[in-house]
């Protein structure tokens, strides 16, 4: 079995799962971007100690090698408390923004893991002017 056939992806206006990268089409060369990374921006995933998003990496293809790992965000507060799952103080929303550089065109790479229904996937190309 490969990495490829446990991924999942799908409409993220539908599906709760995907990440949905926002970054511009086109950048500078070398200049600051902002890159983020949300889950269930319009259909919210639930956010609980038993159910939720645990970790969200970004990563870059550029047009020619091999793959770049840009971020690897760890969502760790789930509403765990004294009182039970439910009953904590606070939550860590599935979402993160990274700042990147770039200096080739490629594809932004998002993949996020929920503790029950496993990893899945977007993508978004990039194109450096
Ligand atoms: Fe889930």
Not at 7 to 32: C, F, L, M, T, Y
Not at 36 to 54: Q, S
Not at 60 to 69: A, L, N, R, S, V
Request: charged letters at 20%.
């Amino acid at each position: 079995m490969k990495l490829s056939e446990v991924v999942r992806s799908g409409d993220w206006k539908s599906e709760k799962h995907v990440p949905v990268i926002e970054a511009p089409e086109n950048v500078p060369a070398d200049q600051p971007v902002e890159i983020g990374v949300t889950i269930g921006a319009d259909n919210p995933h639930p956010n609980t100690a038993e159910h939720h998003i645990r970790w969200i990496k970004l990563l870059f293809q550029p047009t020619d090698g091999f793959t770049f790992e840009l971020a690897d965000i760890q969502l760790a507060g789930h509403g765990e408390g004294l009182k039970g799952g439910h009953e904590g103080p606070v939550y860590t929303d599935p979402f993160a923004k990274v700042t990147v550089r770039l200096k080739q065109s490629g594809t932004l790479l998002a993949l996020s893991y929920c503790n029950i229904h496993g990893l899945w996937e977007n993508s978004k190309t990039i194109t450096v002017n």
